[in-house]
């Protein structure tokens, strides 16, 4: 194992010694020797291998080194998706692209050097002027007819990381075989002096207020039942961006919208890098909405809502059965979501068998489930949101999707964003809100009338980090033991289907038939049991990461018995995840 070590350290420090060359400024150079000095564990994290896209693109600490976000690593970045979008669009007078930027710490620096070596490069490139969230960039790439997006964030990270997401003319990220090629330009470049860092400042435009509106336009365009609003415009929403990118323009899409009872966070509202006032920016943890559901525990609020960073993922409170604030996971939002959608469309008559949810595999058959009621078609995909985006654009012409989701908080209804949207989400559960409490009920209370006609589902997600390169090799031996070795039962009951997506092939273990998966191949592996046990493991693609997806489900007769039922259920999913030792 020594000398393994020793191998993998030479060859780290000749790579990190070709960033001590004139073409890395003297911060980066001193910066770097002095990891060359310490040969420290730091040497090899920031060198041992390249960033690479993954579901949500490029995202890493920041720091300097290949393995590391920093103002080369984007500029190589950069000067690669330049060279491909070059080769594509060749037949273009002129290619055009977005970049925006979030709160992170050198987001905007990054930003411009995106727009410098774009520009350098001939393309004309379209920068927001200060922070935007995500869906809007998205949208702005089809508004403005452009060939590609950048925006730098690391979504719902914490604050050490950047990232840096990429996005096609479509207005979705980046899917095969673009992606992969994007990072094979990239790799070409092996000398920074490649990459064109002089701006032409004559193809840099700034973008404004006037996209807002445009943006704006299209979220109110999606609204349902602007009359139920008009009645429940006093409906007391709480409201929190956790120092990101929404902190104006959710207020502005609540108020198109027509609700007037918006209270903010004011500890929160201020854009910051730091998130100085929670631990992690990430509305699926309880505690970056704590300071939201106070606020609404003073003001008897009906909801509370927290985006992220970028405003690509919300989470929302609402007062369960006891008049407590709790917070809906991302199934449960998703399920409530897309079952409003789908009961407005029907009332409103607009139902003829040409629309779709889309969702990705990790996410709730609940869904599935309100979808068949409906005789609408809801589609699987890989989990990452650039495939659901990818699937609006391939049922382009031939079925319209009315929303959909994934379970880890991030929803789109519409097409004119494919990517999350935090931002129409947002109004669209205000507008949830408001359409339960007319009907004299809430939120949760339509969440159980829900599980009293399709059953009450609950899933549980179980995350487990390892660190660094030493990290990921363990991950990959996890799904190595996994897929040779599958559990025949899981809490004493059988297997009966196995769905391996790297092989894009699913079994059925009684009567020991195989079929295709019509999905690109991904390192996932789904078990399906006898009662409806579903259990999913997923390495992650951007993080030393594997997630563990359970869900399980069962028939809800009453609302009387839900507290009961869904205790029965919590117990069944810490035995199943003690069956298969991960608890």
């Known amino acids: 194992m020594k000398n393994t070590t020793e191998k993998i350290d030479s060859i780290i420090i000749e790579k990190a010694k070709?960033?001590?060359?004139?073409?890395?400024?003297?911060?980066?150079?001193?910066?770097?020797?002095?990891?060359?000095?310490?040969?420290?564990?730091?040497?090899?994290?920031?060198?041992?291998k390249d960033l690479e896209f993954g579901t949500g693109g490029l995202r890493g600490i920041m720091g300097v080194g290949s393995n590391r976000i920093n103002e080369y690593t984007v500029g190589m970045t950069t000067q690669g998706f330049a060279n491909y979008l070059k080769t594509q669009f060749s037949n273009l007078e002129e290619i055009k692209i977005v970049i925006g930027y979030d709160c992170r710490n050198n987001s905007q620096l990054f930003a411009q050097i995106t727009a410098d070596v774009m520009s350098a490069n001939g393309i004309k490139a379209y920068l927001f002027e200060n922070l935007r969230p995500t869906p809007e960039i998205s949208f702005a790439i089809r508004e403005l007819n452009c060939q590609g997006g950048v925006i730098l964030t690391a979504s719902h990270n914490p604050k050490e990381y950047n990232g840096y997401k990429v996005y096609w003319n479509d207005g979705g990220q980046l899917v095969a075989p673009h992606d992969k090629n994007v990072i094979t330009e990239v790799r070409k470049i092996t000398n920074i002096s490649a990459v064109k860092f002089t701006p032409n400042n004559n193809l840099i435009e700034k973008l404004g207020e006037k996209m807002d509106d445009l943006f704006i336009k299209a979220v109110k365009s999606v609204s349902l039942s602007p009359e139920i609003i008009q009645k429940q415009k006093d409906l007391k929403v709480v409201f929190t961006p956790i120092h990101g990118t929404s902190y104006k323009l959710v207020p502005q899409a609540l108020k198109a919208y027509g609700f007037e009872n918006i209270t903010i966070v004011k500890e929160q509202e201020t854009p910051d890098g730091n998130f100085s006032t929670v631990h992690s920016p990430n509305p699926e943890e309880k505690a970056a909405l704590d300071m939201a559901i106070n606020l609404a525990?003073?003001?008897?609020?009906?909801?509370?809502?927290?985006?992220?960073?970028?405003?690509?993922?919300?989470?929302?409170?609402?007062?369960?059965?006891?008049?407590?604030?709790?917070?809906?996971?991302?199934?449960?939002?998703?399920?409530?979501?897309?079952?409003y959608l789908l009961t407005k469309w029907q009332e409103n008559q607009k139902l003829d068998g040409k629309q779709f949810i889309g969702k990705t595999i990790v996410t709730t058959t609940l869904i599935d489930s309100i979808c068949k009621k409906f005789n609408v078609d809801c589609y699987d995909t890989l989990t990452g949101f650039k495939f659901i985006a990818d699937l609006i654009k391939k049922k382009e012409g031939i079925q319209t999707f009315i929303?959909?989701?994934?379970?880890?908080?991030?929803?789109?209804?519409?097409?004119?964003?494919?990517?999350?949207?935090?931002?129409?989400?947002?109004?669209?559960?205000?507008?949830?809100?408001?359409?339960?409490?007319?009907?004299?009920?809430?939120?949760?209370?339509?969440?159980?009338e829900i599980y009293e006609q399709h059953g009450l589902y609950k899933e549980r997600?179980?995350?487990?980090?390892?660190?660094?390169?030493?990290?990921?090799?363990?991950?990959?031996?996890?799904?190595?033991?996994?897929?040779?070795?599958?559990?025949?039962?899981?809490?004493?009951?059988?297997?009966?289907?196995?769905?391996?997506?790297?092989?894009?092939?699913?079994?059925?273990?009684?009567?020991?038939?195989?079929?295709?998966?019509?999905?690109?191949?991904?390192?996932?592996?789904?078990?399906?049991?006898?009662?409806?046990?579903?259990v999913t493991a997923r390495p992650s693609g951007t993080e030393p990461k594997i997630k563990f997806y359970f869900s399980?489900?069962?028939?809800?007769?009453?609302?009387?018995?839900?507290?009961?039922?869904?205790?029965?259920?919590?117990?069944?999913?810490?035995?199943?995840?003690?069956?298969?030792?991960?608890?």
């Not at 994934?406 to 408001?434: N, P």
């Not at 897929?483 to 391996?500: A, F, G, L, W, Y």
């Open 403 to 448: 929303g959909g989701g994934e379970e880890s908080y991030g929803y789109l209804i519409g097409d004119f964003v494919r990517d999350k949207d935090a931002i129409t989400s947002c109004a669209m559960l205000a507008e949830i809100a408001a359409w339960a409490k007319n009907e004299g009920s809430s939120i949760y209370g339509k969440l159980i």
């Open 461 to 534: 997600l179980l995350s487990i980090t390892k660190q660094g390169k030493s990290g990921a090799e363990e991950i990959q031996q996890i799904i190595l033991d996994l897929r040779n070795n599958p559990p025949q039962e899981i809490n004493d009951s059988k297997v009966t289907m196995i769905k391996d997506y790297q092989t894009s092939e699913s079994t059925n273990t009684i009567e020991n038939k195989k079929e295709a998966i019509d999905l690109p191949k991904s390192n996932v592996l789904q078990y399906f049991t006898e009662d409806g046990t579903k």
């Open 552 to 583: 399980v489900n069962t028939l809800l007769n009453n609302k009387e018995d839900f507290k009961s039922i869904n205790q029965q259920l919590e117990e069944k999913l810490d035995n199943v995840m003690r069956s298969l030792n991960l608890k």
């Open 297 to 339: 525990k003073k003001i008897d609020g009906d909801i509370v809502m927290g985006t992220d960073p970028d405003a690509d993922r919300v989470g929302i409170a609402v007062k369960n059965l006891d008049g407590e604030f709790e917070i809906l996971n991302g199934n449960q939002t998703g399920s409530l979501l897309v079952y």
């Open 18 to 48: 070709t960033w001590l060359t004139n073409d890395y400024n003297k911060d980066t150079r001193n910066k770097v020797q002095q990891l060359i000095d310490n040969q420290s564990d730091d040497l090899i994290e920031a060198f041992y």
